[in-house]
């Protein structure tokens, strides 16, 4: 989802980076003239950004550029001394902001994937002043009346569907900004918008540097016992690549648990790792984001003030499918007692081989992932170890995600070497629908690096929109950890849903269809955008498409279909944790967004503990997906108040696939339908009434409840 005229510094897929290797001093930051290649289109394919020819020094002067010329397009539209009409008015703020539009979304590309120290005093120096172009356009009192005017004119009727739903669009977005304040609090609103923009970006920084610095360092390879001798190599070549004075180096990944902790066997080492995530921005440092978090929440609360509403929860939700917190908090109370239930009984199971092996200890969440493990293996006799041979990298996204693509929608893909790229690993791929046109390229950026932020995500480097003329540029990124060189990139079952997650938000993007690059595409609300995404996931375990990538990378045989049922049986395996897990990061972000004006400035760590247990998530040994001081969505993706979009999304994304296994599954005419009534409307239509005209009915939970095996099938 993008904001009304300027996309967001930090989007939904994180704070970014360097476009070369090369990058020059920041001292250039005033060089305006033609040789920087952001201020004209790229003549590349699609406007593919030129990535040979951008320098770090070129971003500043164009974002800034791109600024004033939207300044000046906007007061233009505001001065117009003509009556207000769609056409001089929503349409040209349309047509407005091109430049910045194209410089932002590389700059978000690349901060997010790549950065550097220039980048991120660029992040830090430019938030306040995109917060303050922002704010000029939203609380301009001419251009509102003009906008309003179009609102209220009784000929929109005459408009066809998507202009009208793009009238409306502006004009929620302008009174949400607050367009209806009073001049004094228009000034006010201005001042916390600059400042939230500038705690955000410091936040960012602050992570980043906070997870560089927080990654456990071994030297006694004993250690590391449990991991496959490729993982072990993988750490001594990240220790390496990172400059560590030590043998080997694991790097934290974004979430509290860390991957290696299901293979670590030696108990300390897990702890160190488990706390080395736990406290990574706690450590009284410059690094350290409990304050920045806290007056970023006490900022959000005087906005949402200022704008009329108890909270900032309620000021977001408003155009969203919940609509309320009290929804929200309803579907939470839905799912916490079975998922909790669950969570414990599962922890019963773990003590109990704990107990068998005379281990001594009580269950901490360090234990989970390792034991948990063993559990899954005593009563699915499954083994990661035995499982990822057959996942290698390259063979999950040729032959499992782009052979999705073309059964279900006609796709096919063709790898471009002639694009310039912004770091060696990635790869473009040419996407070519059904008809033989070339619809877009798709960029994949799939390893881990220290200079890249967490998470995975994906977003556009190009947006499709008709009256621009422009088609989707679109790239994934993940952090998945590079093999050593000459060996296979193999690769666990959740990194394969992670895939096929992230491809489905590339196929909502692909399929982009509107005239209007505002509610084009992704440009949806929250808890939407993740429908089509984890939709997608459904493909993984699909007897059809598991048996076309699953299969031995040295000898090419398929699993063993002993093997493909363990892991079926096994998918409801610690469901009780994951849904915890979420559940716990979800009610945080609630609960931070639900404090008032009034409320005083909160100690993080005392509001987080307090937090879980009034929402009886307060497990000792399911720590939540993201603690308060690195929950990275919240503070700084866009995700304030929406990270509940996830298990919101999740119940509709379970119920429109239970309509493909009532209707034939994976066919090309099921998989049209899915595209033209889903995938490529955008935000033009209602989204409880797209949902029902797809499904036939409201969202229903059962599908949900059944997949997460909180109830009988």
């Known amino acids: 989802m993008k904001t009304l005229f300027i996309l967001p510094l930090a989007t939904m897929m994180g704070i970014m980076a360097s476009c070369n290797s090369n990058n020059k001093s920041a001292a250039n930051s005033s060089d305006t003239s033609s040789s920087n290649p952001l201020l004209t289109a790229s003549s590349l394919p699609f406007q593919a950004p030129p990535f040979d020819k951008i320098k770090d020094s070129d ?9 004033k010329d939207q300044l000046a397009e906007i007061q233009k539209i505001a001065d117009d001394t003509s009556a207000p009409t769609f056409e001089n008015t929503i349409l040209a703020m349309e047509k407005s902001g091109v430049l910045l539009r194209r410089a932002n979304n590389v700059f978000n590309a690349l901060t997010g994937a790549n950065t550097d120290s220039v980048l991120q005093k660029v992040q830090e120096d430019i938030a306040p002043e995109m917060a303050a172009t922002d704010d000029a356009i939203h609380l301009n009192s001419k251009l509102f009346k ?3 005017a179009v609102y209220n004119d009784s000929t929109n009727s005459k408009l066809d569907a998507e202009s009208n739903r793009l009238v409306k669009f502006y004009y929620q977005q302008f009174v949400q900004a607050g367009a209806k304040l009073s001049d004094a609090d228009k000034e006010n609103l201005k001042k916390l918008n600059g400042q939230e923009a500038s705690l955000t970006a410091k936040f960012n920084n602050q992570l980043l540097a906070a997870a560089k610095a927080g990654g456990l360092e071994i030297n006694n390879t004993a250690d590391l016992a449990g991991l496959a001798q490729s993982d072990i190599d993988a750490l001594a070549q990240n220790a390496k690549a990172n400059k560590s004075k030590s043998k080997y180096l694991i790097s934290l990944q974004n979430t509290t648990q860390q991957p290696l902790l299901q293979s670590l066997s030696n108990r300390d080492v897990r702890a160190k790792l488990f706390n080395a995530s736990w406290i990574r921005a706690e450590k009284s440092d410059s690094n350290d984001t409990r304050k920045t978090i806290v007056n970023i929440a006490k900022l959000r609360a ?7 509403y108890p909270n900032y929860a309620a000021w977001v939700l408003q ?8 929804a929200v908090d309803k579907f939470f109370a839905q799912l916490v007692p079975a998922a909790t239930a669950k969570a414990k009984s599962e922890a019963t199971d773990i003590q109990a081989v704990i107990d068998q092996q005379k281990g001594g200890f009580k269950l901490q969440p360090w234990d989970w992932d390792f034991y948990a493990e063993q559990v899954r293996k005593q009563k699915y006799d499954l083994n990661e170890s035995d499982v990822k041979p057959y996942f290698e990298l390259n063979k999950v996204l040729q032959n499992g995600v782009f052979y999705t693509a073309n059964q279900l929608y006609g796709l096919t893909f063709k790898e471009r070497h002639d694009i310039p790229v912004y770091q060696k690993d990635v790869r473009v791929f040419e996407v070519i629908d059904k008809d033989g046109k070339t619809i877009g390229l798709f960029y994949c950026d799939y390893f881990k690096r220290d200079n890249k932020n967490g998470g995975a995500w994906m977003s556009n480097m190009v947006d499709q929109s008709k009256l621009l003329g422009t088609q989707p540029v679109i790239y994934n990124v993940c952090n998945f950890t590079k093999p050593a060189p000459g060996q296979p990139a193999l690769i666990s079952f959740d990194d394969v849903t992670t895939m096929f997650h992230e491809f489905g938000h590339a196929l909502h993007g692909f399929f982009a269809d509107q005239q209007y690059v505002s509610i084009s595409g992704t440009s949806v609300a929250r808890d939407f955008v993740e429908f089509p995404s984890q939709f997608n996931e459904h493909w993984a375990l699909y007897p059809q498409v598991f048996k076309n990538y699953a299969v031995h990378y040295k000898t090419g045989q398929p699993m063993p279909q002993a093997l493909v049922d363990k892991i079926k049986k096994a998918s409801k395996f610690n469901q009780g944790y994951a849904l915890t897990e979420i559940l716990a990061a979800a009610s945080l972000d609630m609960k931070w967004h639900e404090l008032s004006a009034a409320a005083p400035l909160q100690d993080a760590d005392k509001f987080e503990a307090m937090a879980l247990q009034e929402t009886g998530l307060n497990l000792s040994q399911v720590p939540p997906r993201y603690r308060s001081s690195y929950f990275l969505h919240i503070w700084s993706n866009g995700y304030a108040a929406g990270y509940y979009a996830y298990l919101w999304t999740e119940m509709l994304d379970d119920d429109a696939f239970s309509w493909f296994t009532e209707n034939g599954g994976l066919t090309r005419a099921n998989g049209q339908r ?16 797209m949902f029902r005209d797809f499904r036939g009915h409201n969202p229903d939970i059962k599908p949900m409840e059944k997949n997460r095996g909180l109830i009988p099938e």
């Open 59 to 67: 971003f500043k002067p164009a974002l800034e550029q791109g600024m």
């Open 146 to 148: 003009r906008v309003e």
């Open 302 to 308: 005087e906005k949402a003030k200022l704008l009329g």
């Open 319 to 326: 155009d969203q499918m919940a609509k309320t917190p009290e």
């Open 674 to 689: 899915f595209r033209d009534m889903i995938l490529s409307r955008g935000n033009t239509i209602e989204y409880g009434k």
